[in-house]
């Protein structure tokens, strides 16, 4: 069974570049037609999709989110990474990773997803 793990630092600076990698066990990133995407849930509010890196390496984005965020890849580990410049404390949030079909319905169907990571939160504080 597929299984996906987030790491990265807990803490970063307004202003700079949050980055997070997801670790993939249990299946490729590779694998038709899977998309690996990044999720998050601030303090008292409901989950984020962010945005996916499909089997091919498409990238696909939120609207809310597309201007300052990077999805990447790194096939050789598989692994899968997000980068979020400019953060603020509204960024402050738990970050996931998780797996589904590129061709689901909607990529803010969170219901779709699978292989969750346990999450990592990440602070915004000077």
């Known amino acids: 069974q597929v299984q996906l793990q987030e790491s990265g630092p807990g803490l970063v600076k307004p202003s700079q570049m949050l980055s997070l990698t997801c670790t993939v066990s249990?299946?490729?990133?590779?694998?038709?037609?899977?998309?690996w995407s990044w999720i998050r849930q601030p303090p008292v509010k409901g989950l984020e999709w962010m945005g996916a890196i499909a089997y091919d390496g498409s990238t696909y984005y939120s609207p809310s989110f597309k201007s300052r965020t990077s999805i990447s890849r790194d096939t050789s580990k598989n692994q899968f990474s997000l980068q979020l410049s400019s953060v603020t404390p509204e960024d402050t949030a738990v970050y996931y990773c998780a797996r589904r079909d590129q061709y689901g319905s909607s990529w803010y169907d969170l219901a779709l997803f699978e292989g969750w990571g346990q999450g990592t939160l990440v602070t915004v504080s000077s």
């Open positions: 249990g299946g490729s990133i590779t694998t038709s037609y899977y998309a």
